[in-house]
């Protein structure tokens, strides 16, 4: 089985700039959540969508966005890019079972904003 | 969720129990107690979690103390690929879906 992918791995951009980054669950997965993490605030959790409504959000300004498709597919947007958003995304998905907060990550998107 | 307390480093020596100790005296009766792990340049992986009796798996064994206020994750024989950031996580299993929150950890190395 597939895990949960996470394109692209690497990005640059500038400030101001808007940014998309996407994930593909594991197949049967339909719970996504986004992470971000930086070596100052440590892993954050960022917003869950389930069944493409969102279930969950973290403390993050409106410029961080998500949504998720009929296939649970996910993706994230930054919009007006700051210098302080350069961090690691992480995509997490969950299994459609009662056992909850069992998390199965992506490798990440490594955002750099310059 | 209940707060959580870990040791920022521990260091062990490659074929040694490993034994990572976590502090959560304010948990709740509702709360289960996770274990992840994040490799160097990886996403986090779930190890192991437990609500009260000890759990072992293939990777590792969660000891959870009678007053349920602090656990032990145990790695029985350490390899230098766990070394790793380890995190303890108590969260409620109910219906408000997934969303973990992450502390420091610990940064385990394991040396030869």
């Known amino acids: 089985k597939a895990g949960v992918t996470q394109t692209p791995r690497y990005l640059i951009k500038t400030r101001g700039q808007q940014v998309t980054l996407s994930c593909s669950p594991i197949s049967g997965h339909r719970s996504v959540s986004w992470y971000q993490q930086t070596p100052g605030q440590g892993l954050q959790f960022l917003f869950e969508y389930f069944s493409e409504t969102q279930r969950n959000k973290g403390n993050f300004p409106g410029r961080f966005s998500g949504r998720q498709f009929s296939n649970s597919r996910s993706e994230m947007n930054v919009s007006t890019l700051e210098l302080g958003d350069s961090a690691l995304y992480l995509c997490?998905?969950?299994?459609?079972?009662?056992?909850?907060?069992?998390?199965?990550f992506g490798a990440g998107t490594r955002l750099s904003v310059l | 969720d209940a707060k959580t307390t870990q040791p920022p480093s521990m260091d062990c020596a490659e074929g040694r129990a490993a034994n990572l100790p976590c502090n959560h005296s304010t948990i709740s009766g509702n709360e289960y107690v996770y274990w992840y792990r994040q490799i160097h340049s990886q996403g986090p992986q779930y190890i192991i979690h437990?609500?009260?009796n000890n759990e072992t798996n293939e990777m590792a064994s969660l000891i959870i103390t009678e007053d349920r206020k602090s656990s032990t994750l145990i790695l029985p024989h350490a390899t230098l690929r766990d070394t790793a950031v380890y995190y303890c996580i108590v969260r409620a299993l109910n219906n408000a879906g997934n969303m973990l929150t992450f502390g420091g950890g610990t940064r385990l190395m394991v040396k030869p």
């Open positions: 997490a998905s969950s299994p459609p079972a009662l056992i909850q907060n069992i998390q199965y």
């Open positions: 437990g609500l009260k």
